[in-house]
């Protein structure tokens, strides 16, 4: 009993010593670690494996049969192409396992295929070496694929002309997300048309989420055709800016001062803002009537961005009134000095 015992212990905790570490957690490595992959193609050969053992095996029992003998052509015809079906559906499951464990790598992020490019070229894919396997499928049982060809040649014209449409926005979904110009996440903002955070991508629209928290759904040939500012594809960090106007009587050296004073204390006051960055003050432009200004404070990101803009628009009024450095609205007329009497 006692050798029985010694002899089962080390294999059981050989088997441990595979499947965890120190306290039962999995052996596995991060996402994307080669072990994983040699998991993930040992489970998508598993199925058309066994099918493959089960098909040989059968068809060459049915060899054996002697009033099967007169249909041997059929036969093997029909053995390879169950062999073929069953290679090309092992092929799709090894792609796919290659391809999602490809992107699911932490260095794949941003790149042209990740995490979010992967199911469109997964789809793609599949429907080629499906389509392909069908066609050698066919051609072994002797079916003419000519004529098939031909036909869905022409079905296929039509089909196209007929969803010409969709199609288009078809094609523009697959050149964003292969692009990675516009991902799910983003924060961008259409020339002349709506602005807000990506939520998905689909086929034919892509849907925004604006500051109102409804829905906005873009077609995707109208996004992909348009100018686009992504405001998180670069940095986090963006500029909260103010535009506004003095009169032409302001002293501008006193302006510029007053204004860079209080967008340094909404930098230093504010948790929105980034701290450390110097705030920017610029005159712009001599306009009729007033003469514009700019002010920016970076903020530490798209959605902190309004929040500073709020409190510095307050402090910039506030401060300019204070010290009567008069603003002028745009587009409005200077006040009329009415004669005495």
């Known amino acids: 009993m006692g ?15 595979r499947t965890s570490v120190g306290g039962g957690a999995p052996l596995g490595g991060p996402p994307g670690d080669p072990r994983d992959l040699d998991d993930a193609l ?17 068809f060459l029992a049915l060899g054996t049969l002697s009033y099967i003998e007169p249909h041997h052509p059929r036969l093997q015809n029909a053995w390879l192409a169950v062999t073929v079906a069953i290679v090309t559906v092992a092929m799709q499951r090894i792609v796919s396992r290659l391809l999602a464990w490809y992107a699911s790598r ?19 894919a599949s429907v080629v070496i499906l389509l392909a396997g069908a066609i050698i499928v066919l051609d072994t049982l002797g079916i003419q694929i000519s004529p098939l060809l031909a036909g869905l040649g022409i079905g296929g014209l039509a089909v196209a002309l007929a969803l010409q449409p969709l199609l288009v926005n078809l094609f523009a979904s697959s050149y964003m997300l292969s692009d990675a ?18 939520d998905d991508i689909g086929w ?53 001062d007053v204004l860079a004073t209080e967008a340094r204390l909404v930098r230093d006051e504010e948790p929105d803002a980034t701290p450390g960055v110097e705030p920017v003050v610029r005159f712009t432009r001599f306009a009729d009537t007033y003469i514009e200004v700019v002010v920016r404070v970076r903020a530490q990101n798209f959605g902190d961005a309004a929040a500073v803009r709020h409190v510095l628009m307050q402090r910039l009024h506030a401060r300019l009134t204070a010290e009567r450095l008069f603003m002028r609205v745009p587009g409005a007329k200077p006040p009329e000095i009415l004669p005495n009497g």
């Open 181 to 198: 110009s516009v991902r799910v996440g983003d924060q961008i903002e259409v020339a002349g048309g709506p602005a807000g955070r990506v």
């Open 42 to 58: 040992a489970e998508a050969l598993r199925g058309p494996l066994v099918l493959l053992v089960f098909a040989q095996a059968l």
């Open 106 to 124: 932490p260095g794949a992020a941003g790149r042209r295929l990740d995490a979010r490019t992967a199911p469109l070229i997964h789809r793609a």
């Open 204 to 256: 034919w629209a892509t849907r925004l989420r604006n500051a109102d928290n409804n829905i906005v759904i873009v077609p995707n040939s109208l996004l992909a055709g348009s100018v686009v500012t992504n405001y998180t594809a670069g940095a986090a960090a963006m500029d909260a800016s103010v535009t506004l106007s003095v009169t032409y009587d302001a002293d501008l050296a006193r302006v510029a």
């Open 3 to 17: 050798r029985d015992r010694g002899g089962v212990r080390p294999r059981a905790l050989g088997r441990r010593s």
